[in-house]
């Protein structure tokens, strides 16, 4: 008999609507359901694509002795963390805080007012490890609930006052300067994996943000060594097992710190901020590696991640069948039953797929440490066809279909800079699709008619508000939707998100919030400034801010901007790998950040090609805006901008002080590119 879940839009609280645990969402009616019984809370949280969630539900929640201890002492609630980053933020503080570490699945106990008493993560059924087990843990805390109700009630508010001491934002004077952007940089050079590429041992996700950071550094000052790290980085993230070699499209990360054995869920903001990093990296050099990568990740977010309502998917799945990895991995005998002898063996060798096994029971994770010589280039394309048409005719793994406004943000951003830079229109009119939904079906569906609500499913509104980094990631993936297109609905609508970031986001003292000021209460607000899997919603609101103040000139925005960086000052000399999307627009703003009005008849190939080269230039931050003569300029930026003797011109500019105007492609490409790295010629 399923349980009040069924009744949800979350794909991951439907995975547990035929638990026998009576699960409750997270609503007051569940708090007040165990102050009326008189039980602690016991909160799980997770999210679809998460392997130990699986395996947590599978031994705990699907058995059912263990459910009626569950049903009998608590009250329980199951969060998608995905859906509610609010909540998962503040527990996982507590987490943190409690045991010194965090992951998911999450279990907190709670007392009926929400405040935190005990947290951890993923408990076994049976003890294991010096762990107990998760009855032997419910015992314990039902037990202490009743026999030392006093102490432990006492506890929980001790925990939560000192939670909310030392949660402090602590900003400098102002944004981050070039000499603290510059010790970042060599922080992150002590903390590179010279051998392995990528910073710190293992486990290693990919530092999209960093890199973004580092890439911006090295444009504006020349700095050889930060752009070598991010292109190392780039080179093994991709030859490794993290990439999925046959259909593009990278994991959530590397256990270990060779790249080689992912945990193999796949995200859409992992793979959107990679995208658009790649895409960056190719402007660099045209490497045809890093065109490779860009066109298959974009293959894969458009093939498997695309919705029927034009925005894209959170995740596809860590698990197949209940084993990790069963949908990527291959043995020897498999490749010889697809390929025959002779081109098994070959690509045995070109995949690193060994008898012994670079996985689990003898299997291997695809890596491609070497490019095949060009005389084999068919024989490659054959094989990997192939072999991805079996693979086709395994089970896949299950996917999260609900769509997150911010990372559709990230999406967006992504595949218009990439179908503008590789001339890939599919990819342009798949983003504009995407922000077609976030406007038409996101904006406007809660409360407030000016707010996103954060998620929706198969065409409809969750009841979830948006949150601080939601508004910004939209904002700025329709802001580089309108440097890719002109359309300048995209920047009116920018402009309306980020003045309810401006507005709607702030605390008594002008800084930004990651919840609506009338959000509801929380035992803690937690308004974490650092990067983590995603921009934080204070870096993602500084990036889009330093844009369209570079579109329009408003200084309300610039400011708004400078202020939103200030914590990342400290965590430039502190932490810099928590802190690259705030790094890397921080470049921006030292940079200018460039600005470049490209005017002429949308029907002239010559606009376009003026409109190409700017969008390939690497200066960071790069802003372009293009208008037709025969219109009213859209943006500040296009003011006074007339054509050249008829001829369509480019005007590049850095706060709105433009260099004269040419009508010269090669002119443009010289004016945008950025910094030479020391040493090259």
Known sequence: ????????????????????????????????????????????????????????????????????????GFVCIKVDREERPDVDAVYMTVTQAMTGHGGWPMTVFLTPDAEPFYAGTYFPPQPRHGSPSFPQLLEAVSQSWTERRESVVEAAAQAVERLKASIVVEGGDGPPSADDLAYAVQVLGGQFDQVNAGFGSQPKFPPSMTLEHLMRHSARTGDAPALDMAARTFEAMARGGMYDQLAGGFARYSVDREWLVPHFEKMLYDNAL???????????????????????????????????????????????????GRFYVWTPAELRDVLGDVDSAWAAEVFVVTEAGTFEHGASVLQFPVDVVPADAARFADVRARLLEARARRTAPARDDKVVAAWNGLAIAALAEAGGLLREPEWIEAAEAAADLLVGLHLGAGEHGDRLVRVSRLGVAGRHAGLLEDHACVADGLLALYCVTGHEEWLAFAGVLLDVCLTDFVDVHGELTDTASDAEPLVLQVNDPSDNAAPSGRSAAAMALITYAALTGSAVHREAAERALAPAARLARSAPRFAGWALAAAEAALDGPMEVAVVGRRDDERTWALHSVALGGSRPG???????????????????????????AAYVCRDFVCQAPTSDPRQVARLVAGQAPSGSS
């Open 622 to 648: 790069l802003v372009v805006a293009l208008g037709d003569p025969a219109d009213e300029p859209a943006v500040g930026l296009l003011l006074d901008r007339p054509l050249i003797a008829g001829d369509p």
């Open 1 to 72: 008999m399923a349980n009040r879940l069924a009744l949800s839009s979350s794909p991951y609280l439907l995975q547990h609507a035929e638990n026998p645990v009576d699960w409750w969402e997270w609503e007051p009616a569940a708090f007040e359901e165990a102050a009326r019984r008189d039980v602690p809370v016991l909160l799980s949280v997770g999210y679809a694509a998460c392997h130990w969630c699986h395996v947590m539900a599978h031994e705990s929640f699907e058995d059912a002795a263990i459910a009626a201890e569950m049903n009998d």
């Open 274 to 324: 990679l995208l658009r990093a790649y895409t960056h990296w190719w402007r660099f050099d045209r490497s045809p590696f890093a065109e490779r990568v860009i066109r298959e990740t974009a293959g894969f977010i458009l093939t498997h991640l695309r919705t029927d309502e034009g925005g894209f998917a959170s995740a596809l799945d860590a698990d197949t069948e209940g084993v990790e």
